[in-house]
C-alpha cells in the first residue's frame, strides 16, 4: 500500500512538471509586439512609416546642422561639451557617443525604410498606389538620411576625381550583416537614384510636413548643388521656385514658424514643447533662459553679420556679458520653447539656382532677382542690391556671402567650403585646408568589424 | 548466520594460518560498529610495531606475533573512535579479541549542504568550502557576502565601496561570462533568490544590493560549490560557482536565548588629498601661461580672480564625517522530538562615514520543523525584512565624487548673502537639498514536507517565494531645480515575485557495510516575475515617503511586466563503497524561457570520484598522515542569465506614445535571434585533502580547467544595421587554476590554543575567441576593458603612455607599430596589465589564551592592477575638475624629468580632442595586503555568567581595515566602482572612477546567552 502510494506520488510529479513542461517556458514580452504581429495591414505600415519621419526629425534637430557647423569658422570653442569640442578641434574620434548616436539614428531611418520595402508586398490591403506611394516616401526619407550622413562622414563629392573615395556603408535592405563602405560616387548614386523614385512618384501638390514632389525637386537641387553639378541644381530648384506654392516669407528668421512658414517646402513638425523636433538648437544655442549655452558664435562672425548696420539678421545674435570675463556671442536665433524645422526651403532654392545660374552664366537676370530679394530682406528694399548688369562673379560673390549670413548655425557653411574646396582647390577652415582628415567625422566604434575603413585622424593643425 | 559464517571463516582462517606458522601467537577476531554490523577494512595493528592487518568482509582480522609478551592492539577506522586494547600473549597463544567501534560524531556526523540535500563531509566528491556563523559573523560588513572575504580558496571578493549597503563583487575560480550574469548563484535554504545589481541601474554612482537585507545573523553556515562536481545539481546556473546559504534552525535542547549588540564607528581607509584653492589658482594659470596666453586665466564656474581669491574650499571636509554604527539582534530556539523552532530579531544601522549616508536593517525570521507523525515532517522558513538606505550621490553623480573633481576649492558652498553657490558643482547644496531614500522589503519564505513512506526513503515536496519590493524616492525642492513652482518628488517601484517549486525524492540504499547508494531523483520549476513603475509628482512639498501627491500634478508610468520561468529535472546517484571509494553521478536538464523552442533546454552532467587513501592498507605504515584523499571530477555546467526576452525580435507596444506630426507610430526595437542558447562550461578537477599529526595539520591542494563555449554577449553590432546592441552567443573563455588552504592547530593547550587557517590561489583567465568580432564589440563601457583574444576578460585596453618629453613637456605615446608618438590614437590600444591578480588568499590567525581570543584576518591580492579612471581628470588637462598633489611632479621646464606633461588647458596638446583619454599612465600595481578584521575577545567565566544567570557572556572589540600596505598610489586598492550593465560588472572588477574608500571601523560588542 505504502509502496502504491509512493509510485502514485512520484508519478505525479513527473508528470504534472513533465506534460506542461512547454507550456510553463513559453513566455513572450509585455508591452512589446512581437515582429510577426507587428505589420499586419496598410495601417501598421503607416506607422511605421511615420515612425521614419520621428527618427529623422531626430536626426534634424539640430544635430546635424551643429556637427556640420562646429567644424567650420562660424562658431567659437563649445562652452564644456567635450563632445563639441572634439568636433570643433576636428579631432573626433570613434568614442564620441555624440556623434555615435546621430550616426545610429541616420541608420535606423535606412532600416526602417528598408523593412518598409520589405513588408509592403505582404499585405493584402495595399493597393498599387499605396505601394508606390510608401515606396516613394521612404525613398525620400532614405535619400535624406543618406545624403547627410555622406556629407558629415566622407569627404565631399569631386574630393577625388572619380569619387572613388570612401564613402559610407548604404543599406539597401534589412540586414544584420557587416558591410563595407561603399565610395562616395556610390552613395550619391544611390541617393539620386531613390530621390528619382520619389520624383517621379510622388503626389505633386502642396504637403510641407511630408514628402511631395516638391520636396524631391529641393532635396535634388540641394544634392545636384553639393555634387557642383549646377546644371541640375537650377533646373530642380527652378521647378520648386516657378510652380509658386511656397512664396519667400518676409521673415529674417526662418525658425518663427508663424511668419516664415510660407516658404517650407518640406519640414519636420513639432507639435508642442514636449514634441519638440528642434531640441539639439534649443538646448545647445539657446541664450535667453541660458547664462551658458554650449554654442557660441566666433567673433569673426559676428563682426561679419555686425558689418552692415542695416543688417536685420543682427538681431539673431548678441554680445552676452559684455565687458566681463565671460563675455561672448550668443545666438538668438533659437530662443523658442520649440518649433517646426524647416529642412528645405525658398530661400535655399533661390540661393542654389541663383549661384548655379551664376557659375553656368545663364539666366542672370534670374539669379540677380533671386539675390535682391533676399538682399531687401536682411537690408531693406534697395538698400544692399546687386546691380541689374552684376557679373556672374559678383553674383556667386553675392550668393557666398549672404549665403553665410543667413544660414548661419545651420551646417550649411562648412559644407559649403567643401563644396568649394573640392570644386576650386586651395580653401582654408580655420587655417586648416578644406579636405584635412578631420573635417570630416570619425565612424562610431560599432563600426570597427572587419574590412569596415574608418576615418584617419587629424590633420587639421 | 553472518556470525555463525563469518566465525567458520575466521576459524578456517586461523586453520590455514595456524598451519603455515604453528608456534605462532596471534591475536584474532571480528571488529563491529556498536550496531554490531561487522566493518570491512578496520586497520587492525600492534602498537609500536608494523605488525598488523585489516578486517576482511566478515570483519575478521588476524595478527601473528613471533614473540608472547603484553601488546597494545590499536582498531583505527576512518569515522571511528580509534580503541586500544592492552593483551598479554602467552607463548603459543591465540587470542580473540572482538571490538565493538564507535563513530566519531565529530568526523562521520560533519555534514556539508549540498544541491537538495546534505552529504557526509568525508564523501563528497566535489570542491566545496563550508564557512560556519562564526567565521561569516566575526565582523561588521556592508552585506553579509563581504564577509566571505579571504575566507574561501579560489573565491576573490572585492567590496564595492565605503557606501552603507554597498555590495560586493564575487568572483569563485574567475569569470566566465562576458555579458551573462557573472555572479555566482546564491541559494538560501534551497530558494535561489532575486540577485539583480541592475534594478535601479547605477545611479547615484551604486548599484543595489540585493543580498543588503539579508541578516548575517541567521546565517548558520555558507557552502561555496565551486566545481563541476559540486554545482552540477544546479547544471544550468553553476557555471560561476553557487553559494548556499542555510539559516539557522533549532536544535533539541532547552530554550537558548541569545542577545548581541554592537556599536562602532565608521571612516574611511583613506581620505581624499585633492588640491587647495590657492594650489588650484597656480596650477590654473600655469596651464593657461603654459598654452601662450598672458594675463589671468579665465576661470571655470564664471568665479572672478578676486572671489576665488578668498575662497578655500575643503569639499572632502563637506562630505566626509564619522559614520556610527550599531546593531542589536535577539534570538531564541529550542527543540524536541516533535519540533524545533528558531527565530530570531534584529536592527542594524549602518552608518557610513559619508554624510548623511547609512543603511538601517530591521529583519525577523521565524524558522521551525514539526514532525507530524513518524512518517511526515513539516517544517517553514520565513524572514522578513526592511532595509531603508538613506542615499547620497558619490562617484560621477556627485557628493565625494564631486569632492574629488568638479567641486572645485574656489567655489564656495555659500554667496555672501548666504544663498547656495550655484555658478559651479555645489555638492554640499545638492546633499541638503536633495531628498534620497531608497526602502527595500524583502520576505524570503520557504515551506516543506518530507514524507517518509518506507525506510530509507524521503519524498520532499518544497515550496518557495522570495519577494522583493525595492522603492527608490526622491524629492527635488524648488530651490534646488531652480522652478517657481513647488519641488518634484519621484518614485521608483519594482516588484520582483520570486516563486519556487521543488520536489524531490531520495533514497538510501546500503548493501551490507560495503555498498552505501543514495538516489536523488527531483524537478523544479521557478517563475520570477518583475514589475516597476515611475511616478512623478510637481508642486510637492516634501518627498512622497511623507506627503501626499497632489493627483493632478502626478505622471505615473507602469512598464512592463516581465517575466522568466526555468523548469528543471536532476538527478544524483552517490554510490560510496566501503568508506573508501566514492562516486558520484549527477545530472541535471534545464529548460529556460529565455532560449527558444531549439536550444530551450541544457544537458548537464558531471561525474566525480574520491578516494580516501588514508584508510588504505598500505598507508597503515605512515601514522603521521591522519586523512588523504583524492578527488576528481568532470562536468558540464551553464549560464542563462541574460536579461529576458533578447530571443524575440519585437516592435513597439501598440499604445506606445511616440507619434509624429500627432501621428501614431510602430518602429522595430529588438533583433530577433531565435537560436539564443545555454552558455556551457566543461569544467574538471583534481584535488587532494591530506591531515597529518592527528588532523593538527590539514591541507587541501585542488587544480581545476573551465572550459566556458557559446558565451552569450550583448554585442555592439555596426549601428549602420539600425540597431545597436544584438545577442548572441559568441567566442570562449578558458579559466584554470590552483587552490591552497590550510589549518594548522599551532598550539593546542587547555589554555593556550593557536590556529593559523590560510589560504590561497591563482586563477589564470583567457579569451579563446570573440568570432568575427572587434575587441570593442563587448565593453566596459568608458573603462576601455575590452574582449581580447589571449587576455583576460576585460583586459585593460589602453594607449601605452612612454614619457613625457623633457624638452616639449608633452605626453609621448606609443603607437602601434612601437614607434613614440605625441597623438593620442584610440587605434593604438593595446592590452595592458593584469585585471585579474597573480594570487589572492587569506591568512587568519586566532590565539586563544584562558579566556580571551585574538584573531586576526589578513587579505591579500598580488599582481592585478588597478586602472584609476579618475586620474585623466585629476592629473590629465587642466579643466573643471580639481587635481589631486600627484600633480605637483610635472613638467614645468625644458629639461624637467617628470612624472606628468606639461600643464595645458588645451586637449591637443595631449594629442588628442579630449581630456577623456585612458592611457598607460593611470595604470597601477594594485597589490596589496590588508588587516581586514582584528577582534579581541573575552568569554566571561562560567562561574560569573551564572552569577548573573547567563550561560555566557562574551564582549568584543573588532577593527576593520585598519592596515593597509599598498603601493597602489589611489586611495583604495580593494574597491570596484559601479557598474552600468552585467557586462561592466564581469569586465571592469579593477575599476575606480572617483569610487568613494571602504570604510574603516571600530567596534566594541556584547553577547549574552540565556
Redesign the interface.
Known amino acids: 500500500m505504502?509502496?502504491i502510494?509512493?509510485y502514485s506520488?512520484?508519478g505525479l510529479?513527473?508528470l504534472g512538471?513533465?506534460s506542461s513542461?512547454?507550456k510553463?517556458?513559453?513566455?513572450?514580452?509585455?508591452?512589446?509586439?512581437?515582429?510577426e504581429?507587428?505589420?499586419q495591414n496598410k495601417e501598421?505600415l503607416?506607422?511605421?512609416l511615420?515612425?521614419c519621419?520621428?527618427?529623422m526629425?531626430n536626426s534634424m534637430n539640430g544635430r546635424t546642422q551643429l556637427f556640420n557647423e562646429l567644424m567650420g569658422d562660424n562658431l567659437d570653442r563649445p562652452f564644456?561639451n567635450?563632445?563639441f569640442?572634439?568636433?570643433y578641434?576636428?579631432?573626433?574620434?570613434?568614442?564620441?557617443s555624440s556623434i555615435?548616436g546621430l550616426?545610429?539614428d541616420f541608420?535606423?531611418c535606412?532600416?526602417?525604410v528598408?523593412?518598409l520595402n520589405k513588408e509592403v508586398d505582404k499585405l493584402g490591403d495595399v493597393t498599387e498606389n499605396d505601394k508606390i506611394q510608401f515606396l516613394a516616401e521612404g525613398s525620400f526619407l532614405r535619400a535624406l538620411a543618406h545624403f547627410e550622413l555622406v556629407k558629415l562622414w566622407a569627404q565631399p563629392y569631386g574630393y577625388s576625381a572619380d569619387n572613388s573615395h570612401p564613402g559610407?556603408?548604404l543599406?539597401r535592405e534589412?540586414?544584420?550583416?557587416?558591410?563595407t563602405r561603399s565610395s562616395v560616387g556610390a552613395a550619391y548614386a544611390y541617393i539620386l537614384d531613390d530621390l528619382n523614385y520619389a520624383y517621379a512618384n510622388l503626389p505633386d501638390t502642396k504637403i510641407g510636413?511630408y514628402a511631395s514632389k516638391d520636396a524631391a525637386r529641393a532635396l535634388l537641387a540641394k544634392v545636384y548643388f553639393q555634387m557642383n553639378n549646377f546644371e541640375q541644381a537650377a533646373k530642380y530648384a527652378n521647378e520648386v521656385l516657378s510652380n509658386g506654392r511656397y512664396p519667400m516669407s518676409s521673415s529674417i528668421n526662418r525658425f518663427d514658424n508663424d511668419s516664415a512658414a510660407s516658404e517650407y517646402i518640406f519640414t519636420f513638425?513639432s507639435?508642442s514643447n514636449t514634441?519638440n523636433r528642434a531640441g539639439a538648437f534649443i538646448e545647445n544655442c539657446r541664450s535667453d533662459n541660458n547664462?551658458?549655452p554650449q554654442i557660441r558664435l566666433s567673433e569673426e562672425f559676428y563682426n561679419l553679420i555686425n558689418q552692415r548696420a542695416t543688417d536685420r539678421r543682427k538681431q539673431l545674435v548678441q554680445v552676452a556679458n559684455p565687458g566681463t570675463?565671460?563675455e561672448f556671442y550668443a545666438i538668438t536665433k533659437f530662443n523658442k520653447d520649440y518649433f517646426s524645422l524647416p529642412y528645405l526651403h525658398t530661400t535655399e532654392m533661390k540661393f542654389i539656382r541663383a549661384e548655379s545660374y551664376a557659375e553656368l552664366n545663364q539666366n542672370l537676370s534670374v539669379a540677380i532677382s533671386d539675390m535682391n530679394e533676399i538682399m531687401d530682406r536682411a537690408y531693406g528694399t534697395g538698400v544692399v542690391n546687386l546691380n541689374p548688369g552684376a557679373q556672374a562673379s559678383e553674383i556667386i560673390t553675392a550668393a557666398r556671402n549672404e549665403r553665410r549670413l543667413e544660414f548661419f548655425c545651420e551646417g550649411d557653411r562648412t559644407q559649403t567650403l567643401k563644396r568649394l574646396g573640392a570644386k576650386d582647390g586651395n580653401v582654408q577652415i580655420r587655417l586648416a585646408p578644406w579636405n584635412c582628415n578631420g573635417m570630416v567625422l570619425q565612424f562610431?566604434?560599432?563600426?570597427?568589424?572587419?574590412g569596415?575603413q574608418?576615418n584617419p585622424?587629424?590633420g587639421c593643425n | 548466520m553472518n556470525r555463525v559464517l563469518s566465525y567458520a571463516l575466521g576459524a578456517m582462517l586461523g586453520l590455514c594460518l595456524g598451519s603455515t606458522h604453528l608456534k605462532a601467537q596471534s591475536v584474532y577476531g571480528k571488529v563491529s560498529d556498536e550496531k554490531g554490523e561487522v566493518l570491512f577494512g578496520v586497520s587492525v595493528f600492534i602498537e609500536g610495531t608494523t605488525l598488523g592487518a585489516s578486517t576482511d568482509g566478515n570483519g575478521f582480522y588476524k595478527v601473528t606475533l613471533k614473540d608472547s609478551g603484553t601488546y597494545t592492539v590499536v582498531f583505527s577506522y576512518l569515522g571511528f573512535i580509534t580503541e586500544k586494547e592492552k593483551v598479554t600473549l602467552k607463548k603459543d597463544q591465540s587470542l580473540e579479541v572482538n571490538k565493538k567501534l564507535k563513530e566519531d560524531k565529530q568526523v562521520l556526523g560533519e555534514t556539508v549542504v549540498v544541491g537538495y540535500g546534505v552529504q557526509r563531509k568525508r564523501e563528497v566528491t566535489g570542491s566545496v568550502t563550508t564557512l560556519n556563523s562564526d567565521q561569516i559573523n566575526d565582523m561588521p560588513a556592508p552585506s553579509f557576502e563581504a564577509m566571505l572575504q579571504g575566507k574561501a580558496p579560489g573565491v576573490q571578493v572585492i567590496v564595492g565601496s565605503g557606501l552603507a549597503g554597498s555590495g560586493s563583487v564575487v568572483r569563485i575560480r574567475g569569470i566566465a561570462s562576458l555579458s551573462a550574469g557573472g555572479d555566482p548563484l546564491y541559494v538560501i535554504d534551497g530558494i535561489p533568490v532575486t540577485q539583480d545589481y541592475f534594478l535601479r541601474g547605477n545611479s547615484g554612482g551604486m548599484n543595489n544590493n540585493p543580498l543588503a537585507t539579508m541578516n548575517p545573523d541567521d546565517i548558520e553556515s555558507i557552502q561555496i560549490l565551486k566545481d563541476a562536481a559540486a554545482t552540477a545539481i544546479y547544471g544550468s546556473r553553476g557555471a560561476n560557482g553557487v553559494i548556499l546559504v542555510t539559516t539557522k534552525r533549532g536544535k533539541s535542547g532547552k530554550l537558548k536565548i541569545d542577545f548581541g549588540t554592537r556599536t562602532g564607528i565608521s571612516l574611511p581607509t583613506q581620505r581624499p588629498d585633492m588640491l587647495s584653492g590657492p594650489e588650484f589658482l597656480q596650477l590654473y594659470q600655469e596651464a593657461w601661461e603654459n598654452d601662450g596666453n598672458v594675463g589671468l586665466a579665465?576661470?571655470p564656474g564664471?568665479v572672478?580672480w578676486e572671489q576665488a581669491s578668498k575662497t578655500n574650499t575643503d569639499w572632502v571636509d563637506q562630505m566626509i564625517g564619522v559614520g556610527m554604527k550599531q546593531n542589536y539582534h535577539l534570538s531564541a530556539s529550542k527543540g524536541n522530538e516533535k519540533f524545533t523552532f528558531y527565530t530570531n530579531v534584529s536592527y542594524d544601522d549602518n552608518g557610513s562615514y559619508l554624510k548623511g549616508n547609512s543603511y538601517q536593517r530591521l529583519s525577523g525570521r521565524f524558522n521551525f520543523d514539526y514532525n507530524l507523525n513518524k512518517n511526515i515532517k513539516i517544517g517553514a522558513n520565513t524572514s522578513l525584512s526592511r532595509g531603508q538606505n538613506n542615499r547620497v550621490n558619490a562617484g560621477w553623480a556627485g557628493g565625494l565624487g564631486a569632492a574629488m573633481s568638479t567641486a572645485l576649492p574656489i567655489y564656495p558652498v555659500r554667496n555672501e548673502d548666504g544663498t547656495y553657490f550655484t555658478g559651479g558643482t555645489n555638492p554640499v547644496r545638492t546633499q541638503e537639498l536633495f531628498e534620497w531614500r531608497t526602502v527595500e522589503n524583502r520576505a524570503i519564505n520557504g515551506v516543506y514536507m518530507e514524507?517518509y513512506?518506507?525506510k530509507n526513503?524521503t519524498?520532499r515536496l518544497q515550496g518557495s517565494y522570495d519577494y522583493m519590493d525595492i522603492t527608490d524616492r526622491t524629492y527635488e525642492p524648488k530651490e534646488l531645480i531652480n522652478s517657481s513652482h513647488d519641488g518634484t518628488a519621484r518614485e521608483y517601484p519594482n516588484w520582483v515575485n520570486n516563486y519556487n517549486t521543488i520536489?524531490t525524492?531520495n533514497y538510501n540504499l546500503k548493501i551490507k557495510r560495503l555498498h552505501n547508494f543514495n538516489f536523488l531523483?527531483g524537478?523544479e520549476?521557478q517563475?520570477s516575475v518583475y514589475r516597476s513603475r515611475s511616478i512623478e509628482a510637481t508642486n510637492m512639498s516634501g518627498p512622497l515617503w511623507n506627503t501626499e501627491a497632489n493627483d493632478s500634478f502626478t505622471t505615473v508610468f507602469n512598464?512592463?511586466?516581465?517575466?522568466?520561468?526555468?523548469?528543471s529535472?536532476f538527478g544524483r546517484i552517490n554510490y560510496a563503497y566501503n568508506n573508501k571509494y566514492f562516486v558520484q553521478l549527477a545530472a541535471r536538464v534545464d529548460?529556460?524561457?529565455r532560449f527558444g523552442?531549439n536550444y530551450?533546454y541544457g544537458f548537464f552532467p558531471a561525474i566525480s570520484g574520491g578516494w580516501i587513501v588514508s584508510n588504505e592498507e598500505f598507508m597503515r605504515g605512515y601514522r603521521w598522515i591522519s586523512f588523504a584523499k583524492v578527488r576528481a571530477s568532470v562536468g558540464r555546467n551553464g549560464n542563462a542569465s541574460i536579461p529576458?526576452?533578447q530571443r524575440?525580435?519585437?516592435?513597439?507596444?501598440?499604445e506606445n506614445q511616440?507619434?509624429?506630426?500627432?501621428?501614431?507610430?510602430?518602429?522595430?526595437?529588438?533583433?530577433?535571434n531565435p537560436n539564443l542558447r545555454w552558455e556551457t562550461s566543461l569544467v574538471s578537477d583534481l584535488s587532494i585533502e591530506m591531515g597529518f599529526l592527528k588532523d593538527r595539520i590539514q591541507m587541501e591542494l585542488g587544480v581545476y580547467n573551465k572550459n566556458t563555449k557559446d558565451v552569450l554577449a550583448s554585442l555592439?553590432?555596426?549601428?549602420?544595421?539600425?540597431?545597436?546592441n544584438?545577442w548572441d552567443n559568441v567566442g570562449a573563455i578558458v579559466n584554470r587554476g590552483i587552490e591552497f588552504s590550510a589549518t594548522f592547530h599551532v598550539v593546542d593547550r587547555k589554555n593556550f590554543k593557536w590556529t593559523i587557517i590560510t589560504n590561497a590561489a591563482r586563477n589564470y583567465n583567457e579569451i579563446t575567441s570573440i568570432g568575427?568580432?572587434?575587441e570593442?564589440?563587448v565593453s566596459g563601457g568608458t573603462n576601455d576593458t575590452r574582449v581580447v583574444v589571449g587576455s583576460p576578460v576585460g583586459t585593460n585596453f589602453l594607449v601605452p603612455f612612454s614619457h613625457v618629453d623633457p624638452q616639449t613637456g608633452k605626453p609621448v605615446y606609443i603607437d602601434i607599430n612601437g614607434n613614440q608618438t605625441t597623438?593620442w590614437?584610440?587605434?593604438d590600444r593595446i592590452p595592458v596589465g593584469s585585471v585579474l591578480p597573480k594570487a589572492i588568499g587569506g591568512l587568519t590567525n586566532t590565539f586563544r589564551v584562558k579566556n580571551w581570543e585574538f584573531n586576526m584576518l589578513w587579505v591579500y591580492s598580488i599582481g592585478g592592477n588597478i586602472y584609476n579612471s579618475s586620474s585623466k581628470r585629476q592629473l590629465g588637462v587642466v579643466t573643471?575638475w580639481n587635481m589631486t598633489p600627484e600633480i605637483f611632479d610635472r613638467w614645468r621646464e625644458p629639461g624637467d624629468v617628470a612624472a606628468y606633461p606639461r600643464l595645458t588647458l588645451q586637449?591637443?596638446t595631449y594629442g588628442?580632442?579630449?581630456?577623456?583619454i585612458n592611457t598607460t599612465l593611470y595604470l597601477h600595481d594594485g597589490t596589496y595586503a590588508r588587516l581586514r578584521n582584528l577582534s579581541i575577545s573575552y568569554n566571561a567565566p562560567e562561574k560569573f555568567a551564572k552569577r548573573l544567570k547567563l550561560h555566557a557572556i562574551r564582549a568584543q572589540f573588532i577593527a576593520t581595515n585598519i592596515l593597509t600596505f599598498t603601493k597602489y598610489p589611489g586611495l583604495d586598492p580593494e574597491i570596484a566602482r559601479d557598474f552600468e550593465d552585467a557586462t561592466d560588472r564581469n569586465m571592469s572588477p579593477n575599476i575606480v572612477y572617483l569610487t568613494p574608500p571602504q570604510e574603516m571601523t571600530f567596534n566594541l560588542g556584547l553577547n549574552l546567552s540565556f
Open positions: 505504502k509502496n502510494a509512493l506520488l512520484l510529479l513527473l512538471t513533465a513542461c512547454n510553463l517556458l513559453e513566455v513572450t514580452p509585455e508591452g512589446e509586439t512581437l515582429v504581429d507587428a505589420i501598421d503607416q506607422k511605421l511615420n515612425s519621419y520621428d527618427v526629425a564644456n567635450d563632445d569640442r572634439e568636433i578641434t576636428r579631432s573626433s574620434n570613434f568614442f564620441n555615435g550616426y545610429g541608420y535606423i535606412v532600416y526602417r528598408n523593412i559610407i556603408a543599406r534589412p540586414s544584420q550583416e557587416p558591410i510636413a513638425i507639435t514634441d547664462a551658458t570675463e565671460n562610431p566604434i560599432s563600426e570597427t568589424t572587419t569596415f574608418l585622424e587629424g | 579665465k576661470l564664471g572672478t514524507y513512506p518506507i526513503l519524498v520536489a525524492a531523483l524537478s520549476y517563475r512598464n512592463p511586466k516581465q517575466v522568466s520561468a526555468f523548469l529535472y529548460g529556460s524561457s523552442i530551450r529576458n526576452y524575440f525580435g519585437t516592435y513597439s507596444p501598440p511616440i507619434q509624429y506630426n500627432n501621428q501614431p507610430t510602430t518602429y522595430p526595437t529588438r533583433l530577433e555592439a553590432v555596426p549601428k549602420s544595421t539600425g540597431f545597436s544584438y568575427v568580432y572587434s570593442d564589440a597623438t590614437d584610440p587605434a573643471d586637449t591637443q588628442s580632442g579630449t581630456p577623456w
